[in-house]
């Protein structure tokens, strides 16, 4: 083929990562000793020199202008659950009337936004209004829509936490110092800095967006409040993996490629198992990037949409009865002289150490599975978990039958045979080599480690993958430290690895559990081995200021009490707050669209008896009809009334706690009595008098 042929396709190594000033940016911009100093930072966590900041903030300006930017904005996560930004141009009067494009180290390093109108649970009552962002460095900077975006971290002016990132970048640091201290007891020397990884899986709806904007329910709440099943569901099994429609397969392109611009390593796409429903994944990162790409990925994919026709749903439950969307994070420990700590190896002396890590992560989410199901708790994430298309509220472990068998094996100090035969008692001094294949994976299981790495799948789609992560890599830090401590002063080494092991999988093997999570009889064995089950948000969040999980945020520095209990307000405010907007919005609905259309209907059949009446005609299918018609409308009439009287019943409520309980309990149970009775109006009108696009319209006119 000729050189010609090419010219016009536009190769992706050619533009990944053009807008994003990452090392090779930086390395062809910075001086070498600035490059150096950045590098250093990045790769272990230390603060950087703020005469280096001058220089690098420089010549990002410069980069950023050229790319088209005019404004730098620090970019940062707060507890609001999306992103926020504050844009300020980088011009700078001269004394001719001009201006000149001015970006110093001071800016690039420390921002002062207005914290007064984000979410802060209580904190701000004992502070002032301000608070200030600073400058992450381990998370690249980009350009987009004409701004330089600088990822940052958000405190209050005292310092109080404000955000996702900080601490989750402490939890890194946190993990990293134990796993070392771990990985020095092997014998290792080299490695200095682990860092903990993550490749969230992130699905997805698309609807229509002329469809979309008739409903107010999916314009105000990101889900459908009212809808009666449509005639075709998921039951044919036919969409996932299915052939990708051309209008979705440009959507897929266009989203691909603004992603790769940004330096996102968006890989996999797929049609998932609901009509409509889809899914992309990229190749995973360290966790504090993952995060920060995670949020924008999800903001490029509702533009992107827009610009397609089409509206992109995060919402974890935009339908009833079709399967609602979830975020798979996968999780794993690597180390900066290139291990996999997750990662069974070949050999038997990485295997051990591989069992030390695993060990680890069973002992720290069999202790601390209440912080990992509260990080996930949210009022769209509690129509999925445990409704049998999402992994149940109770958290478990899946290990797969060979791993399982090598745990008992050193459990029970049994005889194993190895896949090569051999037979011998297995211990830290005898392991067989782990066969590594995890084809065989369990769906249903919320915390499943499939081979290199362990899938946590029981976060929302719209949720942001922080503070999972932050979790995750505290509690996991907690135990590698008890391992650190128990071991480091050893006079035998081998034999009490051994002890330790083998107790810790005793103390902790009621979590895990290899078989189907969606059977029933699982809910009854859990409660028997005594795992908790924390149905809703409200049962779940509440935990989060137990004795026990604060202790280790505050052990590690990670989140003070104040910080923690802050956060469970922020956590059940929320909640409530979501609630009563869907509420409000159902009774809106109810009142000015679908009452109306009962009646029109109801009135549509009452002429129609009137005048078959007048030519003597007989009138029963219209009878019939209208009873149903007027009864059903006089009910929704009635739900509608119940419904806003419990909401003015809230104000009797203590904030907090007590009034999250009652969105839940009362709010929540009145407004699936007034979904139910609309829902089966809708199945008796005519379409032409239904007020808004029904479930077949948004599920299949995409
Ligand atoms: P599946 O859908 O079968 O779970 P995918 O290939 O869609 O698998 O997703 C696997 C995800 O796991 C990807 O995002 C991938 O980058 C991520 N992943 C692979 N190895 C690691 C690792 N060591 N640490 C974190 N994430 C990983
Ligand atoms: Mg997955």
Redesign the pocket.
Known sequence: MSEVMYQNVKCVQDYFACNVFNEETMKNRLPKNVYKGLLRTQRLGIALDPDVAEVIASAMKEWAVEKGATHYTHWFHPMTGITAEKHDSFISPTKDGKVIMEFSGKELIKGEPDASSFPSGGLRATFEARGYTAWDPTSPAFVKDGSLYIPTAFCSYTGEILDKKTPLLRSMDVISEQAIRVLRLFGNTTATRVTT?????QEYFLVDKALHDMRKDLMLTGRTLFGAKAPKGQELEDHYFGNIKDRVSAYMKDLDEELWKLGI?A??KHNEVAPAQH?L????TTSNV?ADQNALTMEIMKKTAIKHGLVCLLHEKPYAGVNGSGK?N???I?TNDGQ?L??PGDDPKDNIQFLTFLVAVIKAVNNYSDLLRLSVASAGNDHRLGANEAPPAIVSIFLGDELQTILDALETGKMIKTNQDKEFVIGVEALPNFPKDTTD?NRTSPFAF?G??F?FRALGSADSIACTNMILNTIVAHVLKEFADTLEGSENFTEDLNNLLINTIKENKNIIFNGNGYDESWVEEAKRRGLPNLVSTVDAVPHYTDDKNVAIFEEFKVLTRTEIQSRKEILLDNYSKIINIEALTMVDMARKQIIPAGCEFTKFLADSIVSKKAAGVSFDAEKQLADKASCLTNSILEATDALDAKLLDVKNYDEGEPTARFYRDEVFAAMQSLRAVVDELETIAPESIWPFPTYADLLFRV
Request: glycine share 4%.
């Open positions: 990884t993550v490749g969230p899986e390593l890989k996999t899914e994944a990229p190749i995973f993952a798979h996968n999780w794993s690597s996999n997750l990662d994976r499939t290199n790495k899938e």
